[in-house]
């Protein structure tokens, strides 16, 4: 009996049998080249969970003939790196190369990661990581400059369909399952492989050997895939710039969906409202100063109120922002204030600007020809006479 999961026993041997990722497999893209060129160079697998970064590094190594040697950075030490290159120095005298596969490698330190680095510069192994993180971030420079970064994308509705299909062919359990049921199994997957080979070994155990399996079945014994969100990961950072510039580009619709997706993903709603306070003086400015007061009023609603019911509020102000007219004057204004200031740090006041609570003060001039009245216009600049003339909402 084969008792591996229906995800391992379907897992592709060949690129033929991959679906999806055409931005990488397609005709003419590099890993395709690869695999057709019979090369091997070091990879960064990035992409989400079940996008095929395993397989795509099995079927680059089987294709050239090359020893695959996995470890998972979760578990492996140090010394199971040391051990790898060793075996990999034993390959190379016999005359074949050494691909070493680190699953999760973003959770190798920078000390594991500095062990394996002169044997991936020297050509000791072929390095191909994968990682559901953002490898600028949790991989050493040195290695990244020695690899070539590969972007996955998380699986479209159609591939996972098909991939689906292909599973339940191969079982002989096609006729147990509606076409609205394995629409519903792709759907719920959100672009992982892995989760709906998975939901039908499920099913399948599930459901009474000549019940059909149906979207309501799979509805209420399926849980659906949570969304990939992290609060500290590069999906968190992702999805509040599109929310930020979905309001900034006047854009209501969008601006509602970025938000809702950060609710459902758990975001703390303070968080959220901190962003749009900063965002009514940033981008809204004196456009519409009131947006300022919505956005600490909807902060402050937030700290009150708490979920579920401060949802109102976060939309109420989301609404505004993305809806009201938008100003740049005062973030650019106060980027070149901060340079000119950077720049004259300690130009002395004008003599005219400065209090004179003495009559001495007032004999050298402080204060002079001063009016204590609105709008008044001195004969000199308010600025240090250095940058008189400098005009900070009008500069090119």
Not at 69 to 89: I, N, P, Q, Y
Not at 117 to 130: F, M, Q, Y
Not at 182 to 203: C, F, H, K, P
Not at 309 to 318: P, Q, R, V
């Amino acid at each position: 009996m084969d008792n591996r999961p229906l995800a391992e026993k379907m897992r592709p041997t060949t690129i033929e049998e991959v679906f999806g990722q055409d931005q990488i497999l397609g005709k003419g893209k590099i890993l395709r080249k690869l695999v057709e060129n019979k090369e091997l160079t070091s990879l960064i697998l990035w992409g989400p969970p079940g996008s095929g970064k395993t397989t795509l590094a099995r079927i680059i190594t089987d294709n050239t003939g090359a020893e695959f040697v996995e470890l998972s950075a979760v578990h492996a030490s140090k010394k199971d790196v040391v051990g790898v290159v060793e075996r990999a120095h034993t390959n190379q005298r016999l005359g074949q190369k050494t691909v070493l596969f680190i699953d999760e490698i973003h959770c190798f330190n920078k000390a594991q990661q500095d062990a394996f680095l002169p044997h991936v510069e020297d050509g000791t192994i072929i390095l191909i990581g994968a990682t559901t993180e953002n490898p600028s971030f949790e991989v050493i420079t040195p290695l990244l400059s020695r690899c070539r970064v590969i972007v996955l994308e998380p699986l479209s509705v159609e591939a996972i369909k098909q991939i689906v299909k292909n599973a339940l062919k191969s079982i002989k359990k096609s006729n147990r399952f509606s076409a609205q049921a394995i629409d519903l199994l792709a759907e719920t997957a959100s672009g992982d492989a892995r989760v709906a080979l998975g939901n039908i070994d499920l099913a399948l155990k599930l459901a009474p050997p000549q019940q059909k399996i149906t979207p309501t079945f799979i509805g209420n014994t399926i849980k659906k895939q949570p969304p990939a969100y992290d609060k500290t990961g590069d999906n968190h950072y992702n999805v509040i710039s599109a929310f930020i510039k979905s309001m900034r580009g006047s854009d209501p619709n969008a601006t509602f969906y970025y938000l809702a997706r950060m609710l459902q993903a758990g975001e703390d709603p303070k968080f959220i409202a901190r962003r749009m306070v900063v965002f009514a003086s940033e981008d809204v400015g004196v456009a519409a100063s009131q947006a300022l007061n919505i956005a600490i009023s909807a902060f402050q609603a937030v700290e009150r109120v708490g979920m579920p019911e401060c949802e109102y509020n976060l939309y109420h102000c989301a609404l505004v922002l993305a809806k009201c007219q938008k100003s740049r004057e005062v973030t650019n204004g106060m980027y070149a204030a901060k340079a000119l200031a950077n720049k004259y740090d300690n130009l002395p006041v004008p003599l005219h600007l400065r209090n004179a609570p003495t009559k001495l003060m007032k004999d050298l001039g402080y204060g002079k020809g001063y009016s204590w009245q609105a709008d008044f216009k001195h004969s000199e600049s308010n600025l240090p006479k250095e940058i008189a003339d400098t005009d900070m909402f009008n500069s090119t």
